[in-house]
RNA sequence: GUGAUUGUAGCUCAGUUGGUUAGAGCGCCAGGUUGUGGCCCUGGAGGCCGGGGGUUCGAGUCCCCUCAUUCACCCCA
C-alpha cells in the first residue's frame, strides 16, 4: 500500500471511466440546449454566508457538512459549495442578468463538497448535473425542468426509476401547517427521537422525513399539508401534475416528501433508483421562490431547478449493465520496430501518421518485438505497421491487419490512404 | 458524529489448534520463433502480512491502541 492515499470519501476516475463520465455530460449538453438551457460555471467556493442565507442555518449542509475556511488571515470564511443553486442565483443577481431578460435557463455540471462520512452511493467529492429556471413562477416552468431531467434518464436507458412529487405550498400555507404539526406532535414529545425534538421548534416538516421505525406510526397519523393548502397552491400542484401527465412522465404522490433545504416551496419531488442502496435518491429539485429574496434581492426571483447526482447515476447505469457498450477510443495503428537502431526513424513514422490524423501507437521502453505485438494486441489496435530494414531501405512498409492478420507491403502513402478508409477504422472488439 | 465490518503481492483471495525460507489464480516482465500478436508452455520480478505496542521460546494467526476501508444510521446527489 502506497504512502498516500485519495482523501477521505474523493476519488481518482480512471481513463476507462472517463469515457463513460464524457458520455453521460455529452446527452446532457445535447437536451439542456434542447430546451434552450445555457451552461454556466461558477466558482467551486463561495462567501460562507451565501451558504448559510440560502440553504438555511437549520439544515444538516450548513450545521454540519460544511468544508469552510479562511483563506486570508483577517479575511471572510469560504467554503467549497455543498449545492449549486446558491451559487447559480447569487451570480445572476450580481450581474443583474434581469435586466437583460425576465427570464434565464441555465444549466451546469460540477463538482461539489460535503463533509459527511462516505458511504455506497455517498462521497466527500462528487458531482451534480442540474438546471435552473430563473425568473418565472409558474406549474409550467417547474413541469420544464422535471420534463427535461426525465428526458436524459431516459435517453440514458435508465430503467426503474421513482419519480416522488409533493407539494410544499406557499408561505402561508406552510405557517399554518407548521403550526398544525407543532400542536399535533407536542402531546408525543417523550416518544420523539432527539432529532425530531429538535426539529419540533425550528422545522417540523423534517419530522416527516424521519426515517425513525418507532415515529412511523406517529407521523402516519399527522396532519397532511395537502389539507392546508390554499385553492391557489392546489391548483398550481394539479397543474403540474397534469403536465407531467400530458407527457407520459410516470409520478407517486408522496406527502411525506420534504427534503432538506430551507429554499423549496410549492413543488419538490426526487428521483430515486431501485438499485441503489441505502442513498438512493439519484436527483431531485423543487421551487424555490423565496431563495433570491432571502440572498438580498430588492425584488422577486422565482425559480425552478433540478439537481442530479453523477456518481450514483453512473453506478445505476453500471447496475443496468448500460456501460458495457462504452468504450474509449483505441488506437489504430501500432508502430512496430524491428530493430533497435531504427527507433527513431519509426518515431517520424508515427509522428507523420499523427499529423495525418491517424491515432497512432508505439513503443518507448525499447521491449522486444514479441512485446510489442502483444501490447499492440493488449490495447487492441486495428494494425500493426513494421519497420524493418527492408522497410527502411525500399520504402515500402508491411501493414498488418491484426484482425484479420491479412498483411500487405504498401508505400507510406498508400498506408495513410488505407488507414483513412472509415470502415478499417475500428477494430471489432473480441 | 454514532454503530458494525474488513485490512496478507498491482487485483481477487488462501494461510489449518500460534511452529522453519508466506502461497494460488489473474495481471505484469522475459523466453519458447535471432522480422510478426491473441491460445499454449517455461521462467522471473513483486509482500517490514495497514502501523505501533504487548503476551510467548516463537505472532500473518492471540490481546490492546491507532490509522485506513466498506456498509449502515443521520441526511442527502
Same mark, same amino acid.
Given at each position: ?24 455530460? $455529452? ?23 451565501? %451558504? ?10 450548513? #450545521? ?9 488571515? =483577517? ?37 461539489? %463538497? ?6 455506497? $452511493? ?7 448535473? #442540474? ?37 410544499? $405550498? ?30 419540533? &421548534? ?5 419530522? @416527516? ?29 394539479? =397543474? ?36 441503489? $442502496? ?16 432571502? @440572498? ?25 449493465? @448500460? ?59 486495428? +494494425? ?12 515500402? +512498409? ?7 492478420? &491479412? ?8 498506408? @495513410? ?14
Amino acid at each position: 500500500m502506497s504512502q498516500y492515499q485519495a482523501v477521505k470519501g474523493t476519488k481518482d476516475i480512471f481513463p476507462e471511466e472517463v469515457a463513460q463520465w464524457k458520455y453521460v455530460e $455529452g446527452i446532457v449538453h445535447t437536451l439542456a440546449s434542447l430546451y434552450g438551457f445555457s451552461e454556466i460555471r461558477t466558482p467551486v467556493f463561495e462567501y460562507t454566508e451565501l %451558504f448559510q442565507r440560502g440553504i438555511g442555518l437549520t439544515t444538516d449542509i450548513v #450545521g454540519k457538512e460544511m468544508f469552510s475556511f479562511q483563506p486570508d488571515t =483577517k479575511g471572510r470564511s469560504v467554503t467549497l459549495r455543498p449545492e449549486m443553486t446558491a451559487g447559480v442565483m447569487r451570480a445572476a443577481l450580481q450581474y443583474n442578468l434581469f435586466s437583460l431578460a425576465p427570464v434565464h435557463k441555465l444549466y451546469y455540471i460540477g463538482e461539489l %463538497f460535503r463533509k459527511e462520512r462516505p458511504q455506497a $452511493g455517498r462521497q466527500r467529492q462528487f458531482s451534480q448535473f #442540474g438546471a435552473e429556471l430563473l425568473g418565472v413562477s409558474s406549474p409550467a416552468a417547474v413541469a420544464e425542468v422535471i420534463t427535461l431531467m426525465m428526458q436524459v434518464f431516459e435517453s440514458l436507458g435508465l430503467k426503474e426509476l421513482k419519480l416522488r412529487i409533493n407539494t410544499l $405550498g406557499d408561505t402561508e400555507d406552510r405557517v399554518r401547517y407548521r403550526e398544525a404539526l407543532q400542536s399535533y406532535f407536542v402531546p408525543f414529545y417523550e416518544i420523539l427521537d432527539e432529532a425530531s425534538r429538535e426539529r419540533l &421548534e425550528k422545522n417540523p416538516l423534517r419530522i @416527516l422525513d424521519s426515517k425513525n421505525p418507532v415515529l412511523q406510526e406517529l407521523v402516519a397519523g399527522a396532519p397532511r399539508l395537502y389539507d392546508y393548502l390554499n385553492d391557489s397552491s392546489l391548483r398550481d400542484f394539479e =397543474k403540474v401534475l397534469f403536465y407531467l401527465a400530458e407527457r407520459n412522465i410516470a409520478y407517486d404522490i408522496d406527502h411525506r416528501l420534504v427534503r432538506g433545504l430551507d429554499y423549496y416551496s410549492h413543488t419538490a419531488f426526487e428521483v430515486t433508483s431501485s438499485v441503489l $442502496g441505502a442513498q438512493d435518491a439519484i436527483g431531485g429539485g423543487g421551487r424555490y421562490d423565496g431563495l433570491a429574496r432571502e @440572498l438580498g434581492s430588492s425584488s422577486d426571483v422565482p425559480a425552478s431547478g433540478f439537481a442530479v447526482g453523477m456518481e450514483r447515476l453512473l453506478i445505476t447505469m453500471e447496475k443496468q449493465g @448500460l456501460l458495457t457498450t462504452i468504450n474509449p477510443l483505441r488506437p489504430l495503428v501500432y508502430v512496430v520496430v524491428q530493430q533497435q537502431e531504427l527507433v527513431d526513424h519509426a518515431l517520424t513514422i508515427a509522428w507523420r501518421l499523427r499529423k495525418a490524423g491517424i491515432r497512432t501507437e508505439i513503443d518507448l521502453v525499447a521491449r522486444s518485438m514479441k512485446s510489442q505485438m502483444r501490447e499492440a494486441n493488449r490495447i487492441r489496435a486495428s +494494425y500493426a505497421l513494421f519497420i524493418g530494414k527492408t522497410e527502411y531501405t525500399t520504402g515500402s +512498409y508491411a501493414l498488418k491487419n491484426l484482425l484479420t492478420s &491479412e498483411q500487405t507491403t504498401l508505400s507510406l502513402e498508400d498506408v @495513410l490512404q488505407v488507414l483513412h478508409q472509415p470502415a478499417t477504422k475500428e477494430r471489432i472488439n473480441l
